[in-house]
Structures are given as structure tokens and as C-alpha cells.
């Protein structure tokens, strides 16, 4: 009875507590590269504050022109690596998490597994 407890806890209330733990861990994940708002901000300017309206000459708009200008492909740079590296941890949690829970199907199994393998007579350093 205790072993059925025990398994029917593994399989049922168990997995569901690890399948919630890698959701909030990739929640977490995405909320910390916030990659669709790096999408929708990628030609915004990078950290500048007066990227307004400029008054003035000609030469003095140009030059503002110009400052957004580079001020915004070094923001699409910037954001570009963000969502490609953000990306790739995303992908790596999920096959982290993926693989943890098919090791977690996996581990009640091992003592029953160990056990025939010691009653066959394999001795894992005599490889």
C-alpha cells in the first residue's frame, strides 16, 4: 500500500508539481527577456532622452536626424542580440525541462532496473 501511494503521488500530484515548476521557470524566463517587447520597441531609439522634435536650422535637424538615426540601429542591434540570446535560453529551458521530465518518469523504475541487473551478475567496472 505504501509503494502505490507512493507511485500514485509520482505519477499524478508529482509530475503536475514539476510540469508547474518548469511553466513558472519558463514564465520567468520570458518575463526577464520580455522578447515581444523587444520586438515591438527594435527601432526605437537606444537610451536616448531627447529624441523629440529638434527647432532650429537646417544643420541643427540634420545632426538630430542623424543622432536618432545611428541611436536607433544601435538599439536594433542591441535588441536583436537580446531576442536571439533570450531565445536560445528559452529553448534550452524547455529541453532542460523536457528532459527532467522524462527522467522523472523514469526514476521509480531504476530500482527495479539496478535489481535485475544485479541478479543477472553485471558488474558495471568489469566492462
Same mark, same amino acid.
Given at each position: 500500500m505504501f509503494v502505490v501511494g507512493i507511485l500514485s503521488w509520482w505519477y499524478g500530484a508529482g509530475w503536475r508539481q514539476r510540469f508547474m515548476i518548469l511553466k513558472e521557470r519558463l514564465a520567468n524566463t520570458m518575463d526577464y527577456f520580455s522578447i515581444d517587447l523587444l520586438v515591438r520597441t527594435l527601432f526605437s531609439p537606444f537610451r536616448q532622452i531627447s529624441a523629440g522634435k529638434v527647432n532650429g536650422p537646417l544643420s541643427v535637424k540634420m545632426h538630430a536626424f542623424f543622432d536618432r538615426l545611428i541611436s536607433r540601429m544601435i538599439g536594433a542591434m542591441v535588441r536583436s542580440f537580446m &531576442? &536571439?540570446?533570450?531565445?536560445?535560453v528559452i529553448a534550452v529551458h524547455s529541453i532542460i525541462g523536457v528532459v527532467t521530465l522524462v527522467i522523472w518518469a523514469v526514476v521509480p523504475a531504476f530500482p527495479l532496473i539496478g535489481f535485475m541487473l544485479f541478479a543477472a551478475g553485471w558488474i558495471p567496472w568489469s566492462l
Open positions: &531576442i &536571439i540570446f533570450g531565445a536560445l
